[in-house]
């Protein structure tokens, strides 16, 4: 088995995570820095639920169109509904295809136009999102659309809607970063090591522990996404050959452990203060060495050997 | 027969007190004559409402918070007109557990419930509320289960650290029939039980549709809403006695979830410094003047780990009567301390009230730890370790 055929054998098994990180629906939080940037892993997300058919829309509002398709072939580009807030965020030039009430509109908008079928909604970014938008109604708008599907009493049947937000994590206090984590149900870390980028994907699913897990990848140029081992092991530094671990315990001038007698002995052992019966006897019976000890004492002129009368005036 | 006589005007004096608020006399002291309606005998009749008892220490009504072991240690259950305040744990698995629990006590003691919530529509809520275990085999099933984990413990001796055998143990004394059950958190309620049962439901998405102008030295709009709705409820059904045609005295059950996060609008778990960061002590400070001025009970639970300015958590305690910490080990570096590996997380009493009294009811152990073991929530004592040689 080479070692490449033992990797796909691997990621074939830990497919789980990363692949299916829609497939829960609800928020999906992107967590990204300067070091590991996560646009290409949420472009590469969005070809992937675009090749299996999902309806996609994208909330365009820190790139411009233009650079987030590019990289996409024909067919996923003609699959993306993209809603463009980078141009005009403040809508100036009062064209009629701009969607009112400006992205959370388009949100809410994009909800209630679902007919059956998963809908995909990434936000690009969150960040800006959160730099424009008050907190708390970013935190209901976001709520509200990605439980939209939770309602029994829903007259037409929804499809789940995923929505996969992009947080640069970096801009913003751990305040606004809480709340959104607390709502999402899938957050995914960029990190990595000497060029390999990770992810680790916490997963809350409601009322169970949450799970987490580390998955190595790397974003081909087509952006798909490449699931591989962790870095090799001879890359870790290893502790110097020629000096032998050290081992404390020989050459002691005092036992560490104990003999079977040993321990039998001390097991038997009776604590000067625990209370048995053995010791309640003894103390009951009458000592047969109390004969040998006496004390010997000289009153001096001070003392008060009559204990009645204290004040000696006492003329009997 | 002087102390029956006093037992009785004791009770009754809890009773009486009731009556007073619906007649609004001067003097809370009042001779209770012979009902007119009722039986004719003339001895004083406590006012029994089902489900509650008067406390041992204080004669205040108690109701039970829905979990035996948590009752114990609050001296009794949790006193009529307070708000019991659950700070939750940080992935928000235990609390909602608890918040259930005080719920389904509600509906199998008939009291009615209010439910407030602005991430779970309360009518999911109600669904999924753990099933009682109403049948006596049942129960005596689990006190045999908790007292075999119990006894192999304290079996052992305790040879070196001996003082630690003189501590007082948590026991979880005999529980009553009528108040406090045990819930089985694997099985769902009975739907016949919640079709019985009286529910108001405040779903905070539904009442609020547009977005208000908010000023800076007002509440949020979703706490002026929910107090509205819950001053609406307590006038119209009565429970602050302003119907005394009533037949049955019932206890309001009032149950907030999540309060405080960003769903309800408000921007204290976002911000340091917010616009309003007063609205949530304002809500509190209602809310309790709406609780003590009648027969209700509420429950609380907040995300106090989400909250930016410390502060504002200390003035949210003073504001509560009873105020108790979930820390689950999930995630935190105690999850593989083999000292809390039967557990699954520490409870905290923050605060316990002093209700009429001058010192407050205080249990003697300090060091608790929850775990929910196959369907059971128990809270128990975790010294074992001290044990190890």
Redo the contacts between chains.
């Keep these: 088995v080479t070692l490449s055929e033992g990797a796909r054998a691997g990621t074939g098994r830990e497919l789980g995570m990363l692949d299916s990180l829609l497939s829960l629906g609800g928020l999906v939080l992107l967590r990204d820095s300067v070091e590991w940037e996560g646009r290409s892993l949420l472009k590469a997300i969005v070809k992937k639920s675009a090749l299996c058919g999902e309806q996609v829309h994208i909330l365009g509002c820190e790139v411009s169109e233009e650079e987030f398709r590019e990289g996409f072939d024909s067919n996923i580009n003609n699959r993306l509904v993209y809603h463009d807030f980078f141009r005009d965020p403040l809508n100036w030039s009062k064209t009629e295809e701009a969607l009112p009430g400006g992205p959370l509109g388009a949100l809410r908008a994009i909800c209630k136009r679902t007919d059956a079928g998963p809908v995909t909604i990434a936000l690009d970014s969150l960040s800006w999102l959160l730099l424009h938008l008050p907190c708390t109604t970013l935190c209901q708008a976001l709520h509200a659309v990605s439980h939209q599907d939770s309602c029994p009493g829903n007259s037409s049947p929804v499809g789940k809607v995923s929505v996969l937000g992009l947080l640069h994590e970096e801009l913003h206090g751990p305040g606004p970063v809480g709340a959104l984590s607390s709502l999402a149900q899938t957050e995914v870390t960029l990190g990595g090591t000497k060029g390999q980028a990770s992810a680790h994907i916490l997963c809350r699913r409601p009322r169970q522990r949450p799970t987490d897990q580390t998955q190595w990848f790397s974003i081909l140029p087509d952006f798909s996404l490449d699931l591989q081992e962790g870095p090799s092991v001879e890359s870790q530094p290893c502790s110097d050959p020629h000096i032998p671990p050290v081992d404390p315990t020989t050459h002691l001038t005092f036992n560490l452990h104990l003999s079977k007698k040993e321990r039998e002995a001390r097991d038997s052992l009776i604590l000067p203060f625990q209370f048995s019966s053995e010791k309640q006897q003894a103390l009951l019976r009458p000592r047969p060495g109390q004969a040998t000890s006496h004390i010997f004492y000289e009153p001096d002129a001070y003392d008060d050997l009559d204990q009645e009368d204290p004040d000696d005036d006492l003329d009997i | 027969m002087a102390a029956v006589a006093t037992c009785g005007s004791g009770a009754g004096s809890t009773g009486s007190a009731v009556a007073t608020a619906s007649k609004s006399n001067v003097t809370s002291f009042q001779r209770r004559g012979p009902r007119a309606s009722g039986t004719d005998d003339s001895g004083p009749r406590l006012v029994s409402i089902a489900g509650t008892r008067p406390s041992v220490r204080n004669g205040q009504l108690l109701v039970s918070t829905g979990l035996p072991a948590l009752d114990q240690l609050l001296g009794g259950g949790l006193a009529i007109g307070t708000v019991l305040l659950i700070e939750e744990d940080k992935?928000?698995?235990y609390s909602?557990l608890l918040f259930k629990c005080f719920l389904a006590e509600g509906i199998v003691n008939g009291h009615t419930l209010l439910v407030a919530s602005?991430?779970e529509?309360p009518a999911?809520i109600l669904q999924e509320l753990p099933a009682p275990l109403l049948d006596d085999n049942n129960k005596k099933e689990f006190d045999e289960d908790v007292y075999n984990h119990k006894t192999p413990e304290s079996n052992i001796k305790m040879?070196i650290a001996?003082r630690y055998q003189l501590l007082p143990k948590m026991e979880i004394g005999p529980v009553s029939s009528r108040f406090g059950h045990y819930y089985d958190a694997s099985k769902r309620i009975p739907q016949e039980l919640i079709e019985a049962s009286n529910w108001h439901g405040f779903f905070l998405?539904e009442k609020i549709s547009s977005?208000l102008k908010v000023e800076p030295w007002s509440l949020t709009p979703g706490y002026i809403k929910l107090l509205q709705f819950i001053q609406n409820i307590i006038y119209e059904e009565g429970f602050d006695g302003s119907n005394p045609q009533k037949k049955q005295r019932n206890v309001l059950r009032i149950g907030i979830q999540n309060l405080g996060?960003?769903?309800w609008?408000?921007?204290i778990?976002?911000?340091?410094n917010g616009s309003n960061s007063h609205s949530l002590t304002k809500f509190l400070y209602v809310l309790r003047g709406l609780l003590r001025t009648s027969l209700s009970a509420c429950i609380i639970t907040m995300?106090t780990?989400?909250i930016?300015n410390k502060a504002i958590i200390a003035r949210v305690t003073n504001l509560s009567d009873i105020v108790i910490g979930l820390e689950s080990f999930?995630?935190s570096e105690r999850e593989t301390n083999p000292l809390y590996k039967d557990y699954h997380g520490l409870i905290h009493i923050r605060q316990i009230p002093r209700l009429n009294n001058l010192i407050c009811d205080e249990s003697d152990v300090k060091d608790l730890a929850f775990k929910l073991k196959r369907k059971l929530f128990t809270i128990e004592q975790p010294f074992q370790f001290l044990n190890e040689k």
């Design positions: 992935y928000n698995i909602p602005a991430k529509d999911n040879k001996w998405p977005t996060s960003p769903l609008g408000d921007d778990c976002c911000a340091e995300p780990h989400l930016q999930i995630g």
